[in-house]
Structure formats: structure tokens, C-alpha cells
């Protein structure tokens, strides 16, 4: 019994030791699609650069350790990942009581995001609250949310198809094979101008604007209350000292200069 109790200590300690080693180096990944909070790198497609992979260096500096944000995949394969514990961090998600399951949401969070609904400049309808959705063709990229309340009630109301990627849905759009796209602001009039799209626009009106927050894997072996207490600590520096404006500031230009870049 007691060589049995040694040889668990002598396991709990090697544990302890290994995870203490590998918590000196992360892994994290996000949406590829979501300029200018996050887009692949033209200098190396494996990299993800942009307003979320800064605050993401940030955090590193901040905590003394050093986290790398690549590619491994589409957002839902993204997420997949995370689930399985092979990455630790997704920069930038929003809230869902299903995702809770498999990763643990960081506060505060660190962006506040609008999600518009996007109809042809030549097919535009009137709308002011989801119900006027009811009837209508919608199309969004697959494994997106955008907030709990809307996720569930387009699940019982509307018809919304799923593009694997953005650019699938806005030309899905712009072909007129539905009558709406939704997507987030930011990142729809991103792609919408460097794919030289122009018929197609967000209405005033807002589907949603949720939080966006930091979330860490369940099964990273680094998710602990208190590591998870010290970079609240830190996400709760950079609101105080408005971090991410400055972020996103660079991170519009740096797309508008890759997007040309593109195009030349």
C-alpha cells in the first residue's frame, strides 16, 4: 500500500513537472477569415496575423510566456481542434452555452463586434427585427454564431444555408441564389472590397453585437483556475488601457496594404 502511495506521488510530481514545462509555450488559432481581427499571413499562410493575434503577443509579454497563433484549418475545424486539446487558446469567439463543453470563456472580453444582415444592392428588403427574415433564403459560413439568442432563434425560424468559406457567401449573394448573407461588419466589408464585390451591402440594422472573448481548451493541460486567473488579469490591463484600438488601427491598415498587395 504505501510502495502503491510513492510510486502515485512519483506520478502526480512527473505530472506536475511536465505541465509546468509545457506551460511555458501555447498554441492558439482563430477564425482565418476575420480581417482585421484575423487573416493568414501572405508571408507565411501557416501564420495568423492581425488585431487579435497582437493582443494575443500581448498577453504572452505580459504573462512571460510565448504563444504561437497558426493556421490549423476552416473555423469549424478550429474548434474542433481546441475541443480535442490540440491548441490551447482560440483568440476571439463569441458565447454559447455549447461551447462551453469544451473551453473555458476568459473575462472580460476583449472586443465588441456588430453583425449585419447583407442583401444585393439590386434585391434590398426592408428590415428591422429578425421576423422580417421569416421567409427568406439566408446564407453564413458554416460553424458560425453570432450570439446565442439569434443562433437559437434562426434554428427554429429561418432558412439559412452554410458557405464554407466567406467568400462562398457573398458571391452565393451576389448571384443571387439567396436573399441574404450574414456576417460581422468588420470582416464582410474586409473581403467584400479586396474581392472587388461592391453590389452587395449591410443593412442599418444589426442581427446582434456580442462580446468577443478569449477562450482556452478543457483539455489543455495548462488550464488551471489560477493560470486562467492571471490572464483575466491581464485581459482585464489591456480594457483599462484600450489595448485593442490601437491594435485594430494597425491591423485595418496592415490588411488594406495586403489586400493591394493582391490585387497588384
Known amino acids: 500500500m504505501v510502495k502503491a502511495l510513492v510510486l502515485l506521488a512519483m506520478l502526480l510530481a512527473s505530472v506536475m513537472v ?3 514545462g509545457r506551460c511555458q509555450h501555447f498554441t492558439a488559432s482563430g477564425n482565418a477569415e476575420y480581417p482585421p481581427y484575423l487573416w493568414r499571413s501572405a508571408q507565411d499562410p501557416m501564420v495568423l496575423v492581425g488585431a487579435n493575434a497582437m493582443l494575443m503577443d ?16 476552416p473555423w469549424g475545424r478550429t474548434q474542433e481542434e481546441l475541443a480535442k486539446g490540440h491548441i490551447d487558446f482560440i483568440a476571439g469567439a463569441f458565447f454559447t452555452e455549447p461551447r462551453t463543453k469544451r473551453m473555458d470563456y476568459l473575462y472580460p472580453a476583449f472586443q465588441l463586434t456588430r453583425t449585419a444582415v447583407w442583401v444585393s444592392e439590386f434585391r434590398p428588403f426592408n428590415y428591422s427585427q429578425w421576423q422580417d427574415l421569416v421567409g427568406r433564403q439566408g446564407v453564413t459560413v ?4 453570432f450570439g446565442q439568442a439569434f443562433d437559437e432563434y434562426a434554428a427554429e425560424n429561418l432558412t439559412i444555408h452554410e ?7 457573398l458571391r452565393m449573394l451576389q448571384g443571387d441564389r439567396v436573399d441574404y448573407f450574414i456576417y460581422e461588419l468588420n470582416p464582410g466589408r474586409a473581403y467584400a472590397s479586396q474581392l472587388g464585390i461592391s453590389d452587395v451591402r449591410p443593412l442599418a440594422v444589426p442581427v446582434s453585437q456580442e462580446p468577443l472573448y478569449l477562450t482556452m481548451s478543457k ?5 488551471t483556475p489560477e493560470f486562467r486567473q492571471r490572464i483575466e488579469q491581464v485581459l482585464q490591463k489591456a480594457e483599462q488601457e484600450k489595448v485593442m484600438e490601437g491594435f485594430l ?3 485595418i491598415s496592415d490588411w488594406r496594404e495586403s489586400a493591394s498587395t493582391d490585387l497588384d
Do not use: P
Open 163 to 169: 458557405a464554407v468559406k466567406l467568400e462562398q457567401g
Open 58 to 73: 500581448y498577453i504572452a509579454e505580459q504573462l512571460g510566456v510565448s504563444i504561437d497563433i497558426g493556421y490549423v484549418g
Open 18 to 20: 511536465q505541465a509546468s
Open 219 to 223: 483539455q489543455s493541460v495548462c488550464n
Open 142 to 145: 458554416i460553424n458560425n454564431s
Open 249 to 251: 488601427q494597425q491591423a
